[in-house]
């Protein structure tokens, strides 16, 4: 059983530019969460899908979109990107109940010069 | 979602016990403990969570204390392999995500 899949691993992008970042879900799970991880600190959180709805965000800027397809794969979209948006960017995918486990993917590393 | 507070670093060798602590003094009813770890060029991982009860898995020991403002993972036998950064953190019992702080950045020594 695969676990969760991110693509591509990395990335390099100019400011201005737009990225989108792709995740898959380990099987049989539903929802997917997606972090920001900048050098040398913790994940923040960006936002979560479920039944295809964005059903929390984090403190990020509209430029941070996204979107949850009907077979629970999600896209991550970051527009007139910043060098302060170079980071990994983790996908972690839950069933939907409370307190379930998140199972992160391997993440990808963004660079925008 | 409450705050928790961990050591920058630790060290332990090789095949001995690790205890790493966790401070959570305004932690919530509600709040459940959990901690994560994330290996080197890694996504983090599930390591063990708990509420008020000591909990064990095959990974690692969480021992909550009375008051449940402090709690402690347990790593029995470190190994090489455990040497990653460890996420103590709280999460409501309705809650959909995660909070990270820092974490505590282990060492293992051979």
């Known amino acids: 059983d695969a676990g969760v899949t991110q693509s591509p691993t990395h990335l390099i992008k100019t400011r201005g530019q737009q990225v989108t970042l792709r995740c898959s879900p380990k099987s049989g799970h539903d929802t997917v969460s997606w972090y920001q991880q900048a050098l040398g600190q913790g994940p923040q959180f960006i936002f979560q899908y479920y039944e295809e709805e964005e059903r929390q965000r984090g403190n990020f800027p509209d430029r941070f979109s996204g979107h949850q397809f009907p077979n629970y794969s999600s896209e991550l979209n970051v527009n007139a990107l910043l060098l302060g948006d170079s980071a990994l960017y983790l996908c972690?995918?839950?069933?939907?109940?409370?307190?379930?486990?998140?199972?992160f993917g391997p993440g990808t590393r963004l660079l925008v010069l | 979602d409450a705050k928790t507070t961990q050591p920058n670093s630790m060290e332990s060798n090789e095949e001995e016990p690790v205890h790493l602590p966790c401070n959570h003094s305004t932690i919530s009813g509600t709040d459940y403990i959990h901690w994560y770890r994330q290996l080197p060029s890694q996504g983090p991982e599930y390591v063990i969570h708990g509420l008020t009860s000591n909990v064990n898995n095959r990974m690692a020991s969480l021992a909550i204390a009375e008051d449940r403002k402090s709690s402690t993972l347990i790593l029995h036998r470190a190994t090489l392999r455990d040497a990653a950064v460890y996420y103590c953190?709280?999460?409501?019992?309705?809650?959909?995500?995660?909070?990270f702080g820092p974490g505590t950045r282990l060492s293992v020594l051979p």
């Open positions: 972690a995918s839950s069933l939907s109940g409370a307190q379930e486990t998140q199972y």
């Open positions: 953190i709280l999460r409501d019992v309705y809650g959909q995500n995660f909070v």
